[in-house]
């Protein structure tokens, strides 16, 4: 059973730094194309970061520059480091794969204050 858990979501002043994580099981995310997707209140989940198995990355245009994702394979684990965040940023975050998707997981709070 594949199973993701995203955490180290929180409260941060804008401008500010935070690092997500998404620990995979069952499943593993070096083959595959993995993604970190975001969804704010009212609006549909999108997609702001994927990683391909060679590391390749692409990025939505409003976080390019400010959000870098990347993966350790050994820990099957990936991650979203996020910087100058803006009150925009505000989302809960899930990480999935790209093709066939696994349930979501329960996703990690950012709320970013003005």
């Known amino acids: 059973q594949v199973q993701l858990v995203e955490s180290g979501g929180g409260l941060v002043q804008a401008g500010g730094s935070l690092r997500l994580s998404c620990a995979a099981s069952?499943?593993?995310?070096?083959?595959?194309?993995m993604g970190w997707y975001r969804q704010a209140p009212g609006k549909q989940r999108e997609l702001v970061a994927s990683?391909?198995?060679?590391?390749?990355?692409n990025y939505e245009d409003s976080v390019k520059g400010r959000f870098t994702i990347s993966r350790d394979n050994v820990k099957n684990t990936l991650y979203l480091q996020m910087n100058s965040l803006r009150p925009e940023d505000t989302a809960v975050y899930y990480c999935?794969?790209?093709?066939?998707?696994?349930?979501w997981g329960q996703g990690t709070q950012v709320t970013v204050s003005s």
């Open positions: 069952g499943r593993s995310i070096r083959i595959n194309v």
């Open positions: 999935n794969f790209i093709t066939g998707r696994s349930s």
């Open positions: 990683i391909d198995s060679r590391g390749r990355s």
